[in-house]
């Protein structure tokens, strides 16, 4: 297709999307200065309203009605436009913003009542982090018309405000990022194929997280297990940190925190560990995250799991 374009170079694009990073965050900051209780409240569902306020963002200021201009553009003096340099619709910026934001503000979002290893819950990772890791393997790998993703889905480019006196073609996609993504995506489906048939025993504690996540104020939850540094290589011992998040400012940080309690009894009960002599690390995080800023406190407890016994008996 015949056209006066003039793509915009890497570095410049780059920096039009830090600006852009930089605005939301501090629209961010504001907000959470205003609404830190409701935030905290709605525990992991607080993304949601990050998402919303970047779709509105990145949609409006994208399409014809600003110029096809975020902020950040409009600093870097470009634009995004289709392959005859005009300005886009709202229809199509808003396929364009979906495409882009999506796996970035859903990556770890967890659908209630869906258990952590079943196929929903790793069909949704390999689809989100495949496409997260193609956008930027897109952007990098993608020299001739650095169209990422999200300017593939929706037929666009970014473009100087300035244009060439000479009309000529615009090249084609390379296809190094299309083979470079799919090579991605084979490691995720193998890597989530042996994660759903292994039988470790970060997987028997699944029922435990499981329980952990009932709790009324927990918004979510982390397990792992590492081996304990130090330990002895015929006696291998480990430690165990469970991170729960909760909906509310914690009255109580000490060991007597009702939320911290109750982990630490499904933790016990589960006897997926290997030792009373591990190490279980308990941690109680209160704060918010929505997607654009987000602010956080915690408290926690680090002791052998005997030791959590007694305290329990």
């Known amino acids: 297709m015949e056209n006066n374009l003039i793509l915009s170079k890497f570095w410049t694009r780059i920096w039009a999307m830090l600006l852009d990073s930089l605005i939301l965050g501090i629209f961010g900051y504001i907000l959470g200065l205003i609404f830190n209780t409701f935030f905290i409240s709605l525990g992991e569902n607080a993304k949601i309203i990050g998402w919303i306020i970047s779709l509105l963002y990145l949609t409006l200021l994208n399409s014809k009605i600003n110029n096809g201009q975020t902020l950040g553009k409009k600093i870097m003096k470009i634009q995004v436009v289709n392959i005859h340099g005009h300005l886009i619709s709202l229809k199509t910026s808003f396929i364009r913003a979906l495409v882009y934001t999506t796996p970035f503000f859903l990556n770890g979002f967890k659908i209630k009542g869906i258990s952590l290893f079943s196929p929903v819950t790793v069909i949704q990772g390999m689809i989100i982090f495949t496409v997260g890791l193609g956008i930027i393997v897109f952007y990098i790998f ?22 060439s006196e000479d009309i000529s073609f615009m090249p084609k996609i390379e296809k190094l990022p299309y083979y470079i993504t799919g090579g991605i995506f084979l490691l995720i489906v193998c890597g989530s194929v042996y994660s759903l048939n292994s039988n470790s025993t970060l997987t028997k504690l ?10 009324d104020h927990v918004t979510n939850a982390s397990v792992s297990m590492n081996p304990l540094i130090g330990g002895n290589k015929e006696n291998k011992h480990y430690t165990y940190t469970v991170r729960i998040n909760i909906d509310e400012i ?17 933790f016990i009960k589960s006897s997926a560990y290997e030792s009373d002599q591990d190490i279980l690390n308990v941690m109680v995080v209160s704060g918010y995250n929505i997607g654009i800023a987000s602010k956080y406190q915690s408290f926690n407890f680090f002791k052998p799991i005997s030791e959590w016994k007694k305290d329990f008996k």
């Open 142 to 163: 993608n020299k001739t018309t650095r169209q990422s993703l999200h300017d593939i889905a929706a037929k666009t480019y970014v473009v100087k405000m300035q244009r």
């Open 206 to 215: 699944v029922p435990m997280y499981e329980e952990i996540l009932q709790q």
């Open 250 to 266: 914690p009255q109580d940080q000490s060991i007597s925190n009702p939320e911290l309690q109750e982990t630490v009894k499904a």
